[in-house]
């Protein structure tokens, strides 16, 4: 059986920069946070943490600690991927994408809109938003995550590209 | 309206390492690949290729390439998701895990069995797989994904810790 649903879910994700004033609920960042925790990890190390961010002045601080994240003024919540390199130092990159991709595909399941806003490996990204959140020198903040009830829409889509396929070989 | 389906989907996909002989048919390969290319990318640049193997003498010798890719000697398909890091130098990591991500739900949702076998940064691991696979010295191969039909059933599940997450700052 196939679940249709889920592969159209991961078309209709799309990034979202503007949102309503509506807040997310505590119930929905519980089901993103898990969302997050279901990804896979290298030797299921699990290198992740998430600063889970609802406060007006905390957000705003964060929209002037990082050139693109103006939306983060309009935003209800933010979360904040983190990973502590010393628990899995070859592989955190790719697991604390994997738990961002799931985020972003779980707001995407809850009628949510959210975009990932890159920080690693931006020295001086990293060192605001650590600035801002606390965060100690040994943990990296991998992205932003703003996430709100949408104000705008945008059709699902892929980037299929067939030149970017390659047979048996490259 | 909630898409409770595509949650599921997050929650049900588990690494599979055992599959049938069961082939994966073309079509079923186009929208792992739709899936993979409707990942974000960083300035949507899209820094990715994909290897699709499925001749048995190659996916054999990709098998003894790696030393936790014996399951490859089973499976009828291996995705290979290679980074061109001249095209987005900062991000490609990120993306490409993301696409990867991407693959393992719709595989998933699909009702195949896969896994995410970790290549890069071991150099031996991405010179074995760029020997087999005739990948260039420019091209990244991030990590193998063998896909078949499952032989091994797991229960969905999160890892869910609230020890990893922060409320409002570190």
Known sequence: MVNQSALDNIFARRSIRRYTDQPVSEAEIKTLLEAAMAAPSASDRRPWHFIVVRQRATLDALAQSHPYAKMLFEAPLCIVPCADPAISEA????????????????????????????????????????????????????????????????????????????REQW
Chains 1, 2 share one sequence.
Request: a positive charge; hydrophobic letters at 45%; aromatic letters at 6%.
């Open 91 to 166: 592989w955190w990159v790719q697991d604390c994408s994997a738990a961002t991709e799931n985020i972003l595909l779980a707001a995407t399941a809850l009628g949510l809109g959210s975009v990932w806003i890159g920080v690693y490996p931006r020295a001086e990204r990293m060192n605001a938003v650590r600035e801002v959140l606390g965060i100690p020198e040994s943990i990296v903040p991998l992205c932003l995550i703003p996430i709100g009830h949408p104000a705008e829409r945008k059709q699902p889509r892929t980037r299929y590209d067939a030149s970017r396929i390659h």
